[in-house]
């Protein structure tokens, strides 16, 4: 079978071309040729195109044919909108922006994403609520609407934050920074609690085989993306310490002031939780984590020990000034905390609800009734 991946390396990318290849099919990529990947054998062929723009994917492509075209890079409105003449399948991948409440919670009621976050939750419907999420529903209708064409078969997922090699949002580098910096404390929001979906980058490409797999069941679905075993920030934290023999305490704040932990966050100024529900991946295509959550964090922190990212001046001022504000932060956390404690407050004993008489015929239980 002819497969072309558009992207291929990145953080999934390699991990996809390698299952292909284990799998017997001829297998080209498709990118920018920005970043070579050492993983892909010379026996994959590269194309080099920019697949944001019509007109360069249009020459790269012109005459050609393949089984199937996974894309997992570029301009996704795009592609959908050219690929049936090269193709019968597509499968797409993209992300969560185009839930509606995923930057601003308020935006639906009550407040906050649903808990767990299904395929058909309510989506950015302007460009004025939130562009960026806008342009990603477009691209995702885009590619529905070529299947209900009878243009190909399509399938599209839904993946969540990626950790791993390769990886161009490094959210897991900001902790082993921080540790390497030899620092005791982390500042995380509303104590480091909320639920953001991950997916170990080994174990979402499983996630796109499953599909290249099983074409009848996936066809003109979306699914959700991400690792099976879900963790809080602060167990985030607290396994990739353990894997560097180290320990950072979290200090606990409100998410507003929380900002040395906007990098983590993504930006995000709440702590609501954006945990996906992946119920349909597992049921419809059997999906499992290939790699446990901690020993992919532990393969994570390997990756940036031997490719640490390389950090500009205006990083490097950003992050003292991070530490600065987390130093403070815990100053005005314990100060808070000794007032906590002045408070004269007892501990409620718990009572189970239903009657536990001491004998037959007991007039009362243990609480009065």
Not at 94 to 103: A, L, M
Not at 154 to 174: D, I, N
């Amino acid at each position: 079978m002819k497969t072309l991946v558009i992207g291929g390396t990145g953080p999934t990318g390699p991990f996809v071309v390698k299952g292909l290849l284990e799998q017997g099919h001829d297998v080209a990529i498709l990118n920018r040729g920005s970043h070579e990947s050492p993983e892909l054998p010379n026996s994959v062929e590269r194309i080099i195109a920019d697949p944001h723009f019509e007109e360069t994917l249009k020459v790269a492509l012109s005459g050609r044919s393949f089984d199937q075209i996974i894309a997992s890079y570029g301009r996704l409105r795009i592609i959908a909108g050219l690929i049936g003449e090269h193709t019968d399948r597509l499968i797409s991948v993209g992300g969560s922006p185009g839930y509606r409440g995923i930057q601003k919670p308020e935006a639906v009621f009550p407040a906050g994403l649903q808990v767990p976050l299904p395929e058909i939750a309510p989506q950015i419907e302007s460009e004025q609520e939130f562009r960026f999420g806008f342009l990603v529903k477009q691209a995702e209708d885009a590619v529905m609407e070529g299947h209900a064409a009878g243009n190909y078969v399509a399938t599209h997922l839904r993946y969540p934050l990626v950790y791993g090699p390769r990886q161009p949002l490094p959210c897991e580098w900001w902790v082993v920074k921080r540790i390497l910096d030899k620092r005791k404390i982390i500042a995380l929001p509303d104590n480091g609690l909320t639920l953001l979906s991950r997916g170990y980058a080994e174990n979402m490409a499983h996630a796109v085989l499953l599909a290249v797999n099983h074409p009848e069941t996936s066809g003109g679905k979306i699914y959700n993306c991400a690792d099976t075993h879900q963790l809080t920030m602060a167990q985030w934290v607290q396994i990739i310490s353990d894997a560097m023999d180290w320990s950072l305490d979290v200090v606990s704040v409100p998410a507003r002031y929380a900002q040395p932990a906007r990098d983590i966050m993504l930006a995000a100024a709440h702590s609501h939780h954006q945990l996906y529900d992946t119920f349909a991946l597992r049921a419809e295509l059997g999906y499992e984590d290939k790699v446990s959550v901690v020993e992919a964090l532990g393969r994570t922190v390997d990756w940036y020990m031997s490719n640490p990212p390389e950090l500009n001046a205006s990083t490097q001022a950003e992050m003292a000034e991070q530490y600065r504000t987390e130093d403070r932060l815990k100053e005005i956390v314990d100060a808070t905390r000794q007032k906590f404690d002045s408070l004269p407050v007892e501990e409620k004993t718990f009572s189970h609800p239903y009657a536990h008489p001491k004998k037959p015929g007991e007039g009362t239980d243990h609480m009065g009734r």
